[in-house]
C-alpha cells in the first residue's frame, strides 16, 4: 500500500474516530450527599473538561475509548474512574482532611487551625516572595494582616524593619520576638540574615496577648515562629541544585541641579565671591558613586528518608554586589538536620544545625548626601588633592572638615568589613511517656553562638578621621544565647461531656552573654580609645496552657506565665502574665452545615497581659552617668572605665500590655473563599524610656517607666481559590490593616512629674521634628504652618502666627501630621497552568507622611552659599520653583516638607516553566524585583520606617534568572 493511499484513507476514517467519541453525564454528589457545585469533571491528561452544575449534573462530550474520567472538588479526594463505554457514571465524592485539620504551630507546642482561638497567621514556603532573596524577612512582605514588612534599603545584607501591630513601645526594642526551631533570639542578636530563606519551611506570626502571653516578658511586640526544613521519613534520595543571578540598579536617584543649572543659578546671583568658586565641569556625582550591581546565589539540598531516620543537608553560596561603590554582602551557610526516632518510635529527636559565614563590606554612607550637596561644577579629581581628589582645602592647607567631601574620594579612601560567624544548634526530644495514655515530654537545649569582627581602615592624607595619617579601628567579640527548656504535653478524652482536654506545663531557662573589644589607631601605631565591654544577663520562664474543646464546638485556652530576669532589682524582677481565649467553631453546628454556601465560621474571643524589658541594656535599674559627670569614670592604669553605681531605681518595672482581640475566621463555597477579621484594642504602661533622672535634670541618665500607649486596629484577610482544576490552578490573597496609635499618658512613673513638651537635652520627647504628646501619635510632627499665595506656591519665609502674638517662634509650632500610615495593605497571586507558573505581591499603604528632610535643608539660597568665598552646596530640583531666600532654621520645620507618603510598590513579579524528564526537573524562572512604586511623594522613596526622609541607601530594582534542578 503506497504512502498516498495511506494518508487518503487515514482521512477518510478520522471522521469515523471522531463520531466513535462518546458522551457521559451524571451527577455528582458530597459526602453529604449534596449536590457538588462546581466540581470538576475531564478526561485524565487532556484538557477536555466541563464543570457541575447546581444540581450536581454534568455532560461531558468528546469521551475517547479506554479513557479515565476524573472527578475533582475543593476540600474532597479527587477520584478516578475508567471509561467503559458508560453512558452515565454518577459519584459521591469523600471528605479529604480539610484545612481546618492542618497542624499549626503556637507557642511551646502545636495545634489544628480548627482549634486556634488567637490571632495568628501562618506563611509557608509555597506562599513565599520569589527572587534571589537574601533576608528571610522579604519572604513575607505584604503576605499577612497586622505584620508591616518595610522594606530594607538598598544596602547589601541589611534586612527589612518588621512590626507586628505597630509595635507597643516607645523608647525599647519594637521587634517582634523571634523563635527559630525552638530558640528564642537574643534581640541584640536577632540576624535573621544567617539564616538561608531558602531553608525556611514556615513563618507563624502570633499577634495577640493571648497567643503570646506564653513568652511573657518579651512577648509585647508579637512573635514570629520560624520553622526551618527538615527531612521526611521514609522518602527517597532527593539532590537539588539551584542557581539564581540577578543583576540590580538603583529603582530612582534624587533630583539635584545639573552643573549647567547650577552655574546659571549661581552666575544669577552676581557675587563675585561665589561666582569665583564655581568650576567648568558638569559632573553627576551620583552617577560616580553608584554602579550596576550583580547578585549570584547558589544552593545544594540532599535529602534522603529510610523507616527511622530522615536526613537533610543544604549548603548555599550568596555573593552581592552594592548599587553603592564598595558596598557588598557575602555568605556561606550550612543548614543540617537529622530525624532520628527510637524506643519503638516512642522518642523522636531532631537535631538541626544553622551555621553561617558573613561579610558584610561597609562603605563609606556618608557619600550619598555628599553627592547631593557637592558642586556639580566641580571636576572629580585633582591632582593637588588628598589621593588625587578634588577637596576644598582650608588656608592652612589641609583639607576643611566643615565643608562637603568628595562623594568619590569617601569611597575610595575607606576600607571597611564586618565578619559574623554564627552557628545555631538546637537538639529536641519528644517522647511519648509510656503507660500514660495521652502524656508526652517535649525537651529543648539550644546554643546560638556568634563571632564577630570588624575593621575600618582610612587611607592617610584623605582628609578624614582624626588625624592626618589615617585611622584604623577594629572590634571583635562573641555573643552567646544558650538555652533549655522543657514541658509536659497531656491530652485527653473526656468521654463522659464529650470534650477533649489539653494541658502544658513547662519552664525555661536562657542565658545571654556578649564580650567585645574595640580600639583604634592611626597609621603610625598610636592607639585611640581603647574599650573593652562585658554584658550578661539570665531569664526564667515557667508556663502552663489549658485548653478544652467542648463538644466539638467550643473551645477555652488559657495561659499563664512566671517570668524574671535579672535585668531589674530584686524587688521587681518577677511578674506574672497571661491570656485566655475562645472560640466558638460554629461549622460543626447542623445549620452552617446544611447552609449550602458556608463551610466554615469560627468566633475568636481573647484577652492578655505581656510584658517588654528589652532597651538593650542588661542591669536596667542601676543608672548610667553622663560621660561629662567625673564620677562616672574610674581609671584603671592608663584605660578609663564607665562605672556602673549601685544606686538602684527599685521601682524600675516592665512595661505591661493589656491587650483585647475578637475575630471570626470564615470560609464559603467548600473553602474556595476563606479568610478572617480581627479587631482589637492594645493599652501599653510604664513605657520604658532612657532620659535624666527627674523633669529638666541633666546629670545622671537612667531608665525610668514613662506614661502609656493605645492601639487599635482591624485586619482583614481573604484567600480566594480561583479555579482548581488539574492543570489550572489560580489563587489570589488579599489583606488590609487599619491602625491607629496614640500617646495616652506621658507621667513619670517614677515621680509622677508631667513630662515636660519641650527638648529634654534631645532626649527622646522631642526629636525636633516629631513630638511626644498626649492624644498624638507617637510620630507626629511639630512644624510651622506654611502660608501659601494665591497661585498655591509656598510664600518665603511666612508662616501663621497660630498664637497671635505677632511674633513666629516656637510657641507657634503646631503638631501636624504623622509618619505612621493609617491603613497598609498587600495583594498577591499564584497562578499556574500545566508547567507555566506566574506569581506577583504587590504592597502598599495610605494615610501616612514623611517629612522630606533633604528638601529642607538644601531649597534655599543660604543652604547653597551660606559659606561665602569657601564653598558652594548644591541643592535639589524643588528649590528652582521655589527660590526660598530666607535661612533654613525656620525652614526646617515649615509644613512645606511634610509630604504624603501613599504608595503602591510591586514588590515581585515571577515567571516560571517547568521541564520534565525521567532523570531530572528543571524549573526556569525569570523574576522583576521592586519593579514600580506609585507615589506622589516628592523624595527618592516614600517608605520611610519613621517617617524622616533623611537620604537613605536607595533601594534596588533587580532582575533575576534562575535555573532549579531535582533529581
Do not use: C
Amino acid at each position: 500500500m503506497n504512502q498516498k493511499f495511506k494518508a487518503v484513507l487515514l482521512l477518510f476514517l478520522v471522521p469515523f474516530f471522531a463520531f466513535a467519541q462518546s458522551v457521559i453525564t451524571g451527577t455528582v454528589l458530597e459526602s453529604n450527599g449534596l449536590p457538588a457545585l462546581g466540581a470538576t469533571v475531564s478526561v485524565k491528561g487532556t484538557p477536555n473538561g466541563t464543570s457541575t452544575d447546581f444540581d450536581g449534573k454534568y455532560t461531558l462530550n468528546n469521551v475517547p475509548k479506554d479513557a479515565v474520567i476524573v472527578f475533582s472538588f475543593i476540600g474532597y479526594t479527587t477520584q478516578e474512574i475508567p471509561y467503559a463505554g458508560q453512558t452515565e457514571i454518577n459519584t459521591t465524592l469523600k471528605e479529604n482532611p480539610s484545612e481546618l485539620d492542618t497542624i499549626v504551630l503556637i507557642g511551646y507546642g502545636s495545634t489544628t487551625k480548627e482549634n486556634i482561638t488567637a490571632a495568628q497567621t501562618t506563611v509557608t514556603d509555597k506562599e513565599f516572595n520569589k527572587g534571589a532573596i537574601v533576608s528571610p524577612g522579604q519572604l513575607i512582605a505584604g503576605k499577612a494582616a497586622g505584620v508591616q514588612v518595610t522594606a530594607a534599603s538598598g544596602r547589601p545584607g541589611d534586612g527589612p524593619r518588621i512590626r507586628v501591630r505597630a509595635g507597643s513601645t516607645l523608647s525599647a526594642n519594637a521587634d517582634p520576638l523571634y523563635v527559630v526551631d525552638g530558640i528564642p533570639l537574643d534581640s541584640n542578636n536577632a540576624n535573621l540574615n544567617t539564616i538561608n530563606p531558602s531553608e525556611i519551611e514556615s513563618f507563624t506570626i502570633l499577634k495577640d496577648a493571648s497567643a503570646t502571653a506564653i513568652y511573657g516578658n518579651r512577648a509585647s511586640n508579637g512573635v514570629i515562629l520560624i520553622t526551618t526544613k527538615k527531612g521526611k521519613l521514609s522518602s527517597d534520595l532527593q539532590v537539588g541544585y539551584n542557581v539564581q543571578f540577578a543583576i540590580d540598579n538603583n529603582a530612582g536617584r534624587l533630583d539635584v541641579l545639573t552643573g549647567d543649572e547650577f552655574r546659571s543659578i549661581i552666575n544669577e546671583r552676581g557675587v563675585p565671591e561665589e561666582i569665583a568658586l564655581l568650576g567648568d565641569a558638569n559632573t553627576d556625582w551620583q552617577n560616580e558613586i553608584y554602579q550596576t550591581a550583580t547578585r549570584a546565589i547558589h544552593n545544594i539540598t540532599l535529602q534522603k528518608g529510610y523507616d527511622n531516620t530522615a536526613l537533610r543537608a543544604n549548603i548555599e553560596y550568596t555573593n552581592q554586589n552594592g548599587t553603592l561603590k564598595s558596598s557588598g554582602y557575602e555568605r556561606a551557610s550550612l543548614n543540617a538536620s537529622v530525624i532520628q526516632k527510637l524506643l519503638n518510635n516512642d522518642l523522636k529527636l531532631t537535631l538541626s544545625i544553622q551555621g553561617a559565614l558573613e561579610e558584610i563590606r561597609n562603605a563609606d554612607e556618608g557619600a550619598i548626601g555628599s553627592a547631593i550637596d557637592f558642586d556639580p561644577t566641580q571636576a572629580i579629581f585633582d591632582p593637588n588633592g588628598p589621593n588625587g581628589f578634588f577637596e576644598y582645602f582650608q588656608g592652612n592647607g589641609t583639607v576643611d572638615p566643615n565643608a562637603p567631601r568628595n562623594p568619590l574620594g569617601l569611597l575610595e579612601s575607606l576600607s571597611a568589613a564586618t565578619n559574623n560567624n554564627q552557628i545555631r544548634t538546637t537538639l529536641q526530644a519528644d517522647y511519648k511517656i509510656p503507660r500514660v495514655e495521652g502524656l508526652r515530654f517535649n525537651g529543648t537545649i539550644g546554643i546560638d553562638y556568634n563571632e564577630f569582627d570588624s575593621f575600618s581602615n582610612r587611607l592617610p592624607n584623605s582628609g578624614v578621621g582624626l588625624t592626618p595619617t589615617g585611622l584604623q579601628s577594629s572590634s571583635n567579640g562573641i555573643r552567646v544565647n544558650q538555652l533549655i527548656n522543657g514541658r509536659f504535653d497531656y491530652k485527653t478524652d473526656l468521654k463522659g461531656i464529650d470534650s477533649k482536654l489539653e494541658l502544658t506545663l513547662g519552664s525555661s531557662l536562657q542565658a545571654f552573654r556578649r564580650e567585645s573589644v574595640s580600639f583604634s589607631q592611626d597609621n603610625n601605631g598610636i592607639a585611640i580609645d581603647p574599650f573593652e565591654a562585658f554584658n550578661e544577663n539570665r531569664l526564667i520562664s515557667l508556663f502552663g496552657r489549658a485548653s478544652i474543646d467542648i463538644k466539638d464546638l467550643l473551645v477555652l485556652s488559657a495561659s499563664i506565665s512566671r517570668d524574671g530576669t535579672s535585668r531589674f532589682s530584686p524587688e521587681n524582677r518577677w511578674g506574672t502574665f497571661g491570656g485566655a481565649s475562645a472560640g466558638l467553631k460554629l461549622t460543626n453546628t447542623d445549620f452552617i452545615q446544611n447552609s449550602g454556601f458556608i463551610s466554615q465560621l469560627k468566633i475568636r474571643g481573647g484577652y492578655g497581659i505581656t510584658g517588654q524589658q528589652d532597651i538593650g541594656q542588661d542591669f536596667l535599674y542601676l543608672p548610667r552617668s553622663t560621660p561629662s559627670n567625673a564620677q562616672a569614670q574610674v581609671q584603671i592604669g592608663n584605660q578609663f572605665y564607665t562605672t556602673i553605681r549601685p544606686e538602684l531605681v527599685t521601682n524600675l518595672t516592665w512595661e505591661k500590655t493589656n491587650q483585647w482581640n475578637l475575630g471570626v475566621d470564615y470560609g464559603f463555597f467548600n473553602d474556595r473563599l476563606t479568610g478572617s477579621v480581627d479587631v482589637y484594642t492594645r493599652d501599653t504602661e510604664d513605657l520604658l524610656q532612657f532620659g535624666p533622672l527627674g523633669v529638666g535634670s541633666l546629670g545622671n541618665f537612667a531608665l525610668q517607666n514613662v506614661g502609656a500607649t493605645q492601639s487599635r486596629g482591624i485586619e482583614i484577610d481573604a484567600n480566594l481559590k480561583v479555579v482548581t482544576t488539574e492543570n489550572f490552578n489560580w489563587n489570589i490573597g488579599g489583606n488590609l490593616t487599619f491602625s491607629k496609635i496614640e500617646i495616652t499618658d506621658l507621667s513619670l512613673g517614677t515621680n509622677d512629674a508631667p513630662i515636660s513638651q519641650t527638648p529634654i537635652g534631645g532626649q527622646g520627647f522631642n526629636n525636633f521634628i516629631q513630638e511626644w504628646a498626649v492624644g498624638a501619635d507617637p510620630t507626629s510632627f511639630l512644624v510651622y504652618r506654611q502660608v501659601y499665595g494665591p497661585d498655591g506656591r509656598p510664600l518665603d519665609g511666612v508662616f501663621a502666627d497660630r498664637n497671635g502674638d505677632n511674633v513666629i517662634n516656637s510657641d507657634d509650632r503646631v503638631r501636624y501630621k504623622q509618619g505612621n500610615p493609617d491603613a497598609f495593605f498587600g495583594f498577591t497571586s499564584n497562578f499556574n497552568y500545566k508547567r507555566f507558573d506566574m506569581s506577583f505581591t504587590l504592597r502598599g499603604a495610605v494615610g501616612g507622611y514623611n517629612y522630606n528632610n533633604v528638601r529642607a535643608a538644601r531649597e534655599n539660597t543660604e543652604a547653597i552659599t551660606n559659606n561665602p568665598g569657601e564653598w558652594l552646596n548644591n541643592t535639589t530640583g524643588g528649590f528652582i520653583d521655589d527660590r526660598f531666600q530666607s535661612g533654613p532654621l525656620n525652614l526646617l520645620f515649615s509644613s512645606e516638607y511634610i509630604e504624603k507618603s501613599d504608595f503602591v510598590r510591586l514588590d515581585n513579579l515571577s515567571l516560571g516553566y517547568t521541564f520534565n524528564t525521567d532523570q531530572v526537573d528543571i524549573r526556569a524562572s525569570v523574576t522583576g524585583t521592586n519593579l514600580f512604586v506609585i507615589t506622589d511623594y516628592s523624595g527618592l522613596d516614600p517608605e520611610i520606617g519613621n517617617g524622616v526622609d533623611g537620604a537613605i541607601f536607595p533601594r534596588s530594582r533587580g532582575l533575576i534568572f534562575g535555573l532549579n534542578f531535582e533529581f
